[in-house]
């Protein structure tokens, strides 16, 4: 079950760190948030529907349903706090998802395609950790690109979530 307890954490993690996020990304001129850039998605915002698709992949590999893309990017980027809506939306997904699975469930091996056309097999639990992983390496993205328009980023570390979000 401390397996389970982690996850679940990681998953409240997850939300507290892109509210953090959009919270402050609210604060800027929209020119720093659509911006293109040389390097990743391109933009902030782009990077932002990046996240978004990727957890809807996984979402459908978790209900081992079709999730519908076909390709980690969004066609249309939408206004951020449209994203931010749908992001937020989708972290309350896998809040409720974590918060319903058995030992079994998190324990089960699940055969999947990636969108590139390749086969793969995870448990859930390392899919749950992958999605995790994938919104941290990201946000971090996001902060270097901050940090190139000389804007701070917020401090979005798992330990700072520790301090100040009670844990049950």
């Known amino acids: 079950m401390p397996a389970i307890r982690h996850i679940r954490m990681l998953a409240q993690y997850t939300k507290w760190a892109n509210q953090t996020l959009f919270d402050a990304l609210q604060l800027l001129p929209d020119h720093i948030v659509t911006e293109d850039r040389k390097t990743g998605a391109g933009s902030l915002l782009k990077t932002l529907g990046h996240?978004?698709?990727?957890?809807q992949i996984w979402k459908g590999h978790l209900l081992e349903q079709?999730?519908?893309?076909?390709?980690?990017?969004?066609?249309?980027?939408?206004?951020?706090?449209?994203?931010?809506?749908?992001?937020?939306?989708?972290?309350?997904w896998y809040i409720d998802y974590v918060n319903a699975l058995?030992?079994?469930?998190?324990?089960a091996s699940l055969a999947f395609a990636f969108v590139d056309g390749g086969q793969g097999e995870m448990t859930r639990a390392a899919m749950l950790l992958h999605v995790v992983n994938?919104?941290?390496?990201?946000?971090?993205?996001?902060?270097q690109m901050l940090y190139e328009s000389s804007c701070r980023p917020p401090a979005m570390d798992l330990p700072v979530f520790l301090r100040d979000v009670p844990q049950s």
């Open 134 to 143: 994938h919104k941290t390496y990201h946000r971090g993205y996001i902060a």
């Open 102 to 107: 058995t030992p079994q469930m998190h324990d």
């Open 66 to 92: 079709a999730h519908g893309y076909q390709t980690r990017n969004l066609s249309e980027v939408p206004p951020l706090k449209t994203l931010i809506a749908m992001q937020s939306a989708s972290d309350d």
């Open 51 to 55: 996240i978004y698709v990727v957890d």
